[in-house]
């Protein structure tokens, strides 16, 4: 976040849509690397109804320097709301994100996704893309800490077995 | 090994969608034409000839200064008003904005051929990203159907 952002949050609530132009161009990178991995084949939507949410909610934004936690958090919460919404009927397979580092998610991470529940998904976002913490992540998802922990990998041996059957 | 996330696209048109509803009194009109992409964009763009024919009120646009993406231009309504617009102009997406005026237009090739057109703007409300919501959706559905004459040759 630079003060260059703060300036253009600044002038965009006070009502310069060049700034809020701006802004978008800056955002929408952002907001659609949490988005598809969370909401796959409707990441495109989750994109736009995320920053659809955040521009409505722009003028709220008390503190222009938290503009990208704030916009982090509205588009966690929207792409797993996408997701559900349009999530096949397959139950997820996976009931534990794989470790950090695991060669699988390397090999093919859009399989790996593609086994777990949205909130899953967004677990994961969080830890790999995001480089959250599990507290840090609890936050975002408004979830107790514990939860996350339930969701992350904590045995690998499980994962492998879901991967190879 | 790097890990290859998946990523995402906004396209002019959402893009527009999501610019627009952080403006109250914003409306957007859409519409779907036959031509490909390219040939309606060209229309649009052409601020200083075509995009006057379909925005009446913005017939008389000189642009001043370019920079990269960035515009400055000047216009005079058919009212005899004047307005100094600041804004960007790139392939699929114009967003010009005055003091008193907002004008937004984005285009996408539409999957399964043709061209989505998307139109927002009006008066704006000072101080505020917001605008006034008269008339709006008359004038675009004009505008619009403007276009869709001259994208067919058949506007004069």
């Known amino acids: ?165 | 090994m790097t890990v290859r996330w998946p990523t995402a696209d906004l396209d002019p048109v959402r893009r527009l969608r999501a610019l627009a509803a952080g403006i109250p009194g914003a409306h957007v009109t859409e519409r779907v034409l036959d031509e490909p992409f390219a040939e309606v964009w060209a229309l649009l763009a052409d601020l200083e000839g075509t995009f006057g024919r379909i925005e009446p009120d913005m017939r008389r646009i000189r642009v001043i200064r370019t920079d990269g993406d960035r515009l400055e231009a000047r216009a005079r309504s058919r009212f005899g008003m004047r307005a100094r617009f600041d804004g960007t102009l790139r392939p699929g997406w114009c967003w010009l904005q005055s003091r008193f005026l907002l004008i937004g237009v984005a285009a996408a090739p539409e999957p399964g051929g043709g061209t989505r057109v998307a139109l927002t703007g009006g008066v704006r409300v000072p101080g505020r990203a917001a605008l006034v919501p008269l008339g709006v959706r008359r004038a675009a559905d004009r505008a619009l159907d403007r276009l869709t004459a001259l994208a067919a040759g058949t506007g004069g």
């Open chain 1, 1 to 165: 976040m630079s003060d260059d952002d703060a300036r253009l949050v600044r002038a965009a609530q006070s009502g310069d849509t060049l700034a809020m132009n701006a802004l978008l161009d800056r955002l929408t990178p952002y907001v659609g690397r949490i988005c598809a991995p969370i909401a796959l084949s409707d990441g495109d939507d989750a994109t736009q109804e995320a920053l659809i949410a955040i521009f409505r909610a722009l003028r709220g934004l008390r503190e222009p320097a938290a503009l990208f936690a704030w916009a982090r958090r509205i588009a966690v919460h929207e792409a797993i709301r996408v997701a559900r919404r349009g999530s096949r009927s397959d139950p997820a397979e996976l009931t534990e994100v794989p470790e950090p580092g695991d060669p699988q998610l390397a090999a093919d991470i859009r399989d790996v996704l593609t086994r777990l529940s949205p909130e899953h998904r967004a677990v994961l976002t969080l830890r790999d893309v995001e480089g959250l913490d599990e507290h840090a992540a609890a936050e975002v998802l408004a979830i107790p800490a514990g939860t996350v922990k339930s969701r992350l990998h904590r045995a690998r041996d499980s994962f492998r077995k879901a991967w190879t059957s």
